[in-house]
């Protein structure tokens, strides 16, 4: 399955952004959701994930509160509303996607089999 993100840009801290991903099927059916960062020499790091069979949406520690994940009125498309942005949210976002993962692994990268291009979201302080 290909994925496309968007969304990413630059902005000043304290602003907002709202990114997409986007599936080239025609819904997203029974696949779990991620969306990963990673900055420049550090690993990919998950910040949400969304399974899509029940709605349920995980949110890393570090972005609770700031970042929503939410799926799309299009059964293909998934946001992630970013908010409150700070210097280290600087990173590529990345979304990925998988059907066969087990409940409790969304947080690894290693589970996610299909993965988008990524969009560069810059924070300026």
């Known amino acids: 399955v290909q994925l496309q993100a968007s969304g990413g840009g630059l902005v000043q801290a304290g602003g907002s952004l709202r990114l997409s991903c986007a599936t080239s099927r025609r819904a997203f059916g029974s696949y779990y959701v991620g969306w990963f960062r990673q900055a420049p020499g550090k690993e990919r790091e998950f910040v949400a994930a969304?399974?899509?069979?029940?709605?349920?949406?995980y949110h890393a520690d570090s972005v609770k509160g700031r970042f929503t994940m939410s799926r799309g009125k299009a059964e293909n498309t998934v946001y992630l509303q970013i908010s409150s942005l700070n210097v280290d949210d600087t990173a590529v976002y990345l979304c990925a996607a998988d059907s066969g993962m087990s409940r409790g692994s969304y947080y690894s990268p290693t589970n996610y089999a299909c993965w988008g291009q990524g969009t560069l979201v810059t924070v300026s302080s």
């Open positions: 969304i399974s899509w069979t029940d709605g349920r949406t």
